[in-house]
């Protein structure tokens, strides 16, 4: 193979032939020009993967013209000195382009689905989000192609349906993936990174007063079923929705009336102990035993249909502009006005940061198991003297002004029911006295 100096002007006179040729520089050892048939001059780079004697390796740089001279030597530098450091970069190379065809983001997705959120408690939900908004989009494209101008388009699309709080939610779970995907070497950045999320959310502070709390328990009462029953245990010991929805009766002892969740169901991956009131033990007790949850929709499957169903219990109640998860915030608002510590109440919700913290929370271990049964008997009673209290309460129940929620701020007058009637009997008996 001939050796010249390649200089633009040598490389614009060199002439085709009939075969292919290679003219290596002579400033810089390995690094060539190769001309086809055809006419086509390409730039390469020549050198042996594991030194003396080994087999020669092929590096090809791109055509010239596309590639000027100038950067092609300096590309052809980067990659002798990569071979000097004991790497491959034709290899390299191969791999990046196998890997550009084969990691699509439905392929990627599946992955992390499998690996990362399938130990997740909250694996499906975010599963679905992925496949909704990612996989629906960019499927069968390259996670390595996916840019921050694709983020930023994604996101506003979300915002552009109506949704911002979904917007952000969709942003925190992407990035997620990304940054998993950033840690398994698979991408080298995230593209997610210096992308703002679009709405700055309120912290909802919702909590139900004494009325719309015996409100909304007696139209649970009155729904029945699996679903009215989660409700009430969501009122009676503050846990999740979902940690109450999947709760099993290998989990529930009601001999000794405790209810332990392992740690795989729980949000911070701790088990939890929590103790169970008599009006929780009762609606227990009312679940029929067939299945292994306690709380069973069709065919033995966990109560899927909560937006539905609580759109059912709003119309029964009344009560307007709250979400399940306000209940758990009523609650230990509810324990804090009838005298239960915060740090009890921290204990009972099961929170992973609570009142202690710090110093004192890497050495305070006690689970104050007698304090936390008396909160929740005193809890107990609360709801117990809202629900079945004397007559009169429940006439100044239905005297109270509308909620500045929309909703009815009393006892809404179809969830009654046998309260209201012993009341009016009451009033009777009283008033012939």
Known sequence: MPRIRLIKSTIDALP???KEIVYWDQSLPGFGLKITPKGRKV??????????????????????????????RLEAQKVLAARLEGRDPASEKREARRRIIVDTVAEIVALYVKQHLSTRRSGRELTRLLQRELVARWGSRSVHETSKRDIIDLITAVVDRGAPVAANK???????????????????????????????EKTRDRVLTDEELASVLLAARAMGGSYGAIVEMLALTGQRREEVARMTWAEVDLVRRLWTLPGTRTKNGKPHVLQLSDLAVAVIRAQARFTPLVFPAGGGRPVSQFSREKRRLDALSG??????????????????????????????????????????????????????????????????????GPPEYFWRLREQPPSRHGGAGRVHSACLGRITEEAIRAQKFYGAA
Request: charged content about 25%.
């Open 170 to 200: 969709t942003l925190k779970v992407t990035r997620a993936f990304f940054s998993w995907c950033v840690g398994r070497a698979i991408l080298e950045r995230s593209p997610c990174d210096g992308v703002r999320a679009p709405t700055i």
């Open 43 to 72: 730039f390469i780079v020549l050198y042996r993967a594991g030194g003396s004697g080994s087999r020669l390796r092929k590096y090809t740089i791109g055509p010239y013209g596309r590639v000027t001279l100038h950067n092609a």
């Open 16 to 18: 085709t032939t009939d």
């Open 319 to 388: 009560v307007l502009d709250w979400r399940l998860h306000d209940v758990r915030r009523t609650m230990v608002s509810g324990m804090a006005r009838i005298g239960v510590a915060p740090h009890i109440a921290d204990k009972i919700l099961n929170h992973a940061s609570g009142t202690i913290s710090g110093v004192a929370a890497v050495y305070q271990r006690h689970e104050f198991m007698e304090e936390r049964r008396d909160a929740l008997d005193r809890w107990n009673a609360h709801v117990d003297r809202i629900l079945n």
